[in-house]
């Protein structure tokens, strides 16, 4: 997939059409793996891909040039999606010299042997001249990982900005336009919408002051490159809001409800408690936590203010997948968002219990007490559930005022 996005700065990157599991997310759309030629007096190349696409990749370089006269290679993140070819493009480019952040040359270390490798260690401000172009980096620690940056090209406006701004989109579009004139603008807002969930919701502060950093710096933008997904030349202005906005906590005026059920009882519960929700005017996304990607459920949470969480109790605590999911969402240091829980039990509850403690863990607002229900729901543990639906959203739409 080559192609060129600024003059002599090209796209050379591959397309992953098949991946499903990104170490444990899921991925239904497939993903891409961006790096950037620039064909200046010095050739740079920006990251590589995943090792199992370095044929694509070399295949796309040498319809430009041979690989052997990169003199620069700028490793702006080491997660091996990333980095996991950097010791083939060295061995056709020994005498190359790798810019790359000190965290991130330590991480490259363990990764490699880098002993007969060239370094400069960059931070932020730090530039390098290619000939018609000037590379400025900003470091990015902790977006996602400790050895990250960007790479900003000056002359012609262009953010490479690795996996901020991405998505997990294997599309034949390579350009925010494009995509959206063939496929629609909902499918890629939920793109960024999932991939901001599962990667970057613990980041949130750290994407404004990021932000704002890039602000008082007065890069002019006209383009973001992500290593991920499609191109933002259209509208960059509009994707940097959009995570200036999901940083800020914004979400739907809704509700997830999430559970698992083992004999149908605490399912039983989701219609009564979805149409108390539904009668106070609220949307509500039911899902089934063995029925769905984790990564799924993580996005339908992030999207609405409220979640409800129904567990049965197994052994006297929560059933083992609605655990797993939030020991998975406390990882990922959510906020703004009010919770709830239900659920039922045989002889001794516990796993309502354990969801609120959960809940006060992750320093959540809540509206306690949950439901629970003995057995089976009766008619009237089916009127409680109704009137719990009903009171939590009410408790949404009063927590809701506080970000509007
Ligand atoms: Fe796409 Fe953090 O790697």
Redesign the pocket.
Known sequence: MKVEIKPDIYLVGAIDWAVRDFHGYVTPNGTTYNNYLIMDEQITLVDTVKHDFVRHTLKNIMSLTDPSKIVNLIIN?I?P??ASSVDRIMSLAPDATIYITSKGKKGLDRHFDTSKWNFRIVKTGDTINTGKYTLTFLETPML??PDSMMTYVNEAKLLIS??AF?QHLATSARFDDEFIENASLCELEDSIIDYYAN?LMPFGQLIKSKLSEVQKLGLEIDMIAP??GIIWRKDPGSIMQKYLDMADGKANLSISLIYDTMWNSTERMTIPIMQGIKDEGLDCKVIKLRSTPMSAAIKEFWKSRGCLIGSPTLNNILFPSVAEFLTHLRGLRPKNRIMGAFGSYGWGGGAVKEAYEEFKRMKLEVLEPGVEVLYRPSMDDESKCYEFGGDFAKKVKEYHKNFE
Do not use: K, L, P, R
Request: charged share 35%.
């Open positions: 993140h997660e999606d990333h996602h990982w690795q996996d991405g990667i290593d991920h």
